[in-house]
């Protein structure tokens, strides 16, 4: 059986995984996946290739976690006040989402997760399912946010709506990078909400049939 870990000790091991994470950040932004050496991560990171591997099983797991953090400190910015929305309908939670991703900086987060991993549809299988396990990851901030703000909607129709919105982006960045070069410009920005305006319209053509 495991010992249990003190406060300390428990500390000091996030402490090591942050920067852990942060080190294979920063060399998957110098080098690209392909340059991305465990060994490399351990000596900037100063712990043996044996801590990094207790952390993280996997190159891909450790993929993951640049995701999550990427993605995540951009989700986890949403700032939803109000109380829970008793009465809302389908499409009223499809615009209080938009709404939600709109008033973040998901743009950027987005185009850092791209000079990493590679323009969407030029990865290796590895980094595809890397960018469906992180979006899946993130998701869940999301769906507890839109459970709890609008209550009356079934589960399993807030776990569709945002799978959607998720899977939709993902499009959506393929689109606008093809289209921008990756140039972050007032006119790429433009672009972009353009983009997403006309998805979310098809979306709630779709949803507002259900309520």
């Known amino acids: 059986m495991a010992r249990a870990l003190d406060g300390r000790e428990a500390a000091s091991m996030e402490r090591r995984r942050r920067r852990i994470v942060r080190v294979a950040t920063e060399l998957l932004a110098e ?10 991560v351990a000596v900037r990171a100063e712990v043996s290739r044996r801590t990094v591997f207790n952390y993280f099983h996997s190159t891909e797991e450790l993929l993951i976690a640049v995701g999550n953090v990427l993605l995540g400190e951009a989700i ?57 396990d992180t979006m899946l990851s993130v998701s869940d901030n999301l769906m507890t946010t839109a459970r709890r703000r609008h209550p009356n909607v079934p589960e399993l129709d807030v776990e569709l709506l945002v799978s959607s919105l998720l899977g ?9 990078s093809e289209r921008s070069a990756l140039a972050d410009t007032p006119a790429t920005r433009q672009l972009f909400d353009e983009l997403f305006d006309r998805f979310i319209v098809q979306l709630r053509d779709g949803f507002a049939a259900l309520g």
């Open 31 to 40: 080098r690209g996946v392909e340059g991305l050496s465990v060994d490399e």
């Open 76 to 132: 986890d910015s949403l700032k939803v006040d109000g109380p829970p929305v008793a009465d809302g309908t389908h499409a009223d939670l499809l615009d209080d989402l938009a709404a939600m991703l709109r008033s973040i900086d998901l743009l950027d987060t987005m185009i850092r997760l791209t000079h990493i991993l590679g323009p969407m549809g030029h990865q290796d299988a590895r980094v595809l399912a890397v960018v469906r």
């Open 168 to 176: 939709g982006l993902i499009v959506l960045h393929k689109r606008w």
